[in-house]
């Protein structure tokens, strides 16, 4: 089945340092990849998503990079703040049009 | 924003209870979601609805139910409650399929 994983369930940065979280995916037709985050006592929360057609996508101090020919994403964030501490998991589709499947997560840490 | 609310952020039940578990989302969002979140095993899907009145199982649907009457609404049952059923439980929902899933706060559910 499809399935996506983190590469590091861990990721230790200093402020001000950009972080990248890697994520891999099984299926090489999955058309849609969604990144969250995950602060402490609270929901998944959606950062950024990303299409098929497309390698590159940017928001607010995030870029998203796809890589359809490793079947890789990465999320990078620019200037790692301490808000930034939290979870992140990578999405993709889950077998039918309505379902996803998540990874299990990298821990990151911002140092002061 | 989107706004995806669960009636409780803690919970204590006992063995054997019926529970129930309630999520609103305000976007008139077609799809909802309800999933469990354990250390180490990541988000798993219980069940889903695309629909009023529609269901379908997810990963691991064995020992509950779902309801959803009203389109804004989709509550989550379990029948009798066990001590395995502890457990942080999310709510989410979507506009369409291969959208953004958006998240609940969750409820943290301790079956005793």
């Known amino acids: 089945g499809e399935s996506v994983g983190l590469h590091l369930p861990t990721l230790s940065v200093q402020e001000g340092d950009n972080s990248i979280i890697n994520c891999a995916y099984s299926n090489s037709a999955s058309d849609y990849f969604i990144w969250y985050k995950q602060e402490s006592g609270k929901g998944p929360q959606f950062i950024i998503d990303i299409r098929s057609n497309m390698d590159k996508r940017q928001g607010q101090r995030v870029t998203v990079l796809l890589n359809k020919t490793v079947k890789h994403l990465s999320l990078q964030i620019a200037a790692t703040q301490p808000g930034d501490s939290a979870v992140y998991f990578c999405a993709g589709p889950g077998g039918s049009n309505y379902k996803l499947t998540f990874g299990k997560g990298t821990l990151l840490t911002v140092n002061p | 924003d989107v706004k995806v609310t669960q009636s409780s952020r803690y919970l204590v039940k006992r063995t054997g209870e019926k529970v129930f578990l309630e999520c609103v989302q305000d976007m008139d969002h077609e799809n909802m979601f309800w999933y469990r979140q354990d250390p180490g095993l990541g988000l798993r899907l219980i069940y889903f609805?695309?629909?009023?009145?529609?269901?379908e199982k997810g990963d691991i649907p064995e020992g509950y139910s779902v309801s959803r009457e009203k389109k804004e609404r989709f509550s989550l049952i379990l029948e009798s409650a066990s001590t395995n059923q502890t457990s942080m439980y999310l709510c989410a929902s979507s506009l369409w399929s291969n959208q953004p899933q958006h998240f609940g706060d969750g409820t943290r559910l301790s079956i005793l």
């Open positions: 609805s695309y629909d009023v009145k529609m269901k």
